[in-house]
């Protein structure tokens, strides 16, 4: 407002408006911690969330597998700092299952090529320059049916059989000679089959070591170095508390 000779006349604010003023500003503290929360809430309500949905997958795999594998737990921990031994930190390296004998040429030459699966050191490795202490596969498919075989395959029958030939040759062989030497043993005697007395579960055969991710001799390597652990998933209501846990706790960071 402007006074009759021209000068400016000082606002004056009334109580009433300073005090509307301070109680907005007030009211709007509680209001901003509470959105605050809110979003704290949520982003642990998310965490939590992934933790279960985590949590279910990695219980979901070891029931198909029956075991952890080395691969698996490696990426799910990361890198360790601590030095992981491997094959070349011992003098003579890993023990070795042989697969995948097949018939090769190199220009006029033909030679037998395969595949080494190495075993985890953990479990044993080599003692020496002729391997002298590794186990075949053949002594694993026995081991392997010692533990899970049966007498009576029951309804469904056995699982499939298994040829460990080309481990045979291999394995007892390559110390007596060079690769030409192992090609003509192989060719004398290229399968060596042995029954799997393991009943199957159903008719598909689901907990055999030909399907899904039991994955051929890896099933037989893997069972050999876990020692051979029991079949019987005795854990069932441990995973079931587990999860009750993991989601009563998500439900009440979402409340």
Request: charged content about 25%; proline content about 3%; hydrophobic content about 30%.
């Amino acid at each position: 407002m402007s006074s009759s000779n021209g000068e400016h006349q000082p606002i004056s604010m009334t109580e009433d408006s300073l005090s509307d003023e301070q109680g907005s500003l007030v009211s709007s503290v509680p209001e901003n911690q509470k959105k605050k929360k809110c979003s704290r809430k949520r982003i642990a309500f998310s965490l939590c969330f992934i933790i279960l949905a985590f949590t279910f997958i990695i219980i979901y795999m070891y029931q198909k597998t029956h075991v952890f594998d080395d691969s698996i737990t490696s990426r799910l921990v990361g890198h360790s700092q601590l030095h992981r031994k491997v094959c070349e930190d011992f003098e003579y390296g890993c023990c070795e299952i042989y697969t995948q004998c097949t018939l090769k040429h190199r220009g006029e030459m033909e030679y037998l090529d395969y595949k080494p699966n190495s075993i985890d050191v953990f479990r044993i490795h080599s003692h020496d320059v002729l391997d002298s202490n590794c186990p075949s596969l053949k002594k694993l498919v026995n081991d392997y049916n010692r533990h899970y075989g049966k007498d009576d395959c029951g309804e469904f029958g056995c699982c499939p059989s298994f040829d460990v030939g080309c481990d045979s040759i291999v394995h007892n062989e390559k110390n007596n000679g060079g690769n030409s030497y192992l090609l003509e043993k192989y060719l004398e005697k290229k399968n060596d089959i042995m029954d799997i007395r393991v009943p199957k579960e159903n008719e598909r055969g689901s907990n055999c070591w030909n399907i899904e991710w039991h994955n051929g001799v890896l099933e037989f390597i893997d069972a050999y170095e876990d020692g051979y652990p029991s079949k019987e998933d005795n854990s069932g209501w441990l995973i079931g508390v587990l999860l009750l846990a993991l989601w009563f706790m998500c439900g009440a960071l979402k409340g």
